[in-house]
């Protein structure tokens, strides 16, 4: 089981930055790649960004490439979502998820992803 904690959100101004963090509970979490997703209200749950389990590939949703960085510090056991140049279609609530250890599924289906925080909410003001 890996239990992940996102924290970072709040409420932000368009055009500013926000760093997101998720950490996870479990030694193994440099085995897992590990994806953002995030909901805004009435809309379905979509990708955002991922990143292998070494880091060396990165994956993002048109919508935020560009903008948006994934990381990773596997001897922090936490991956990170730098967020810059927000806009109010960035208002959302963000989760981390993780896939499970050493499964290379779809980076953007979230189904392909076992293990998920609790979320944290982003909101940009226009």
């Known amino acids: 089981q890996v239990q992940l904690v996102e924290s970072g959100g709040g409420l932000v101004q368009g055009g500013d930055s926000l760093r997101l963090s998720c950490a996870a509970s479990r030694r193994t979490f440099s085995s897992h790649t590990m994806g953002w997703f995030r909901q805004a209200p009435g809309k379905e749950r979509e990708f955002v960004a991922a990143i292998s389990w070494s880091g060396g590939s990165t994956y993002y949703a048109d919508s935020v490439k560009g903008r948006f960085t994934i990381s990773r510090d596997n001897a922090k056991n936490t991956v990170y979502l730098q967020m810059n140049s927000l806009k109010p279609e960035d208002t959302a609530v963000y989760y981390c998820?993780?896939?499970?250890?050493?499964?290379?599924?779809?980076?953007?289906?979230?189904?392909?992803?076992?293990?998920w925080g609790q979320g944290t909410q982003v909101t940009v003001s226009s």
């Open positions: 998820a993780a896939q499970p250890s050493r499964y290379s599924g779809s980076y953007v289906d979230l189904y392909e992803y076992a293990y």
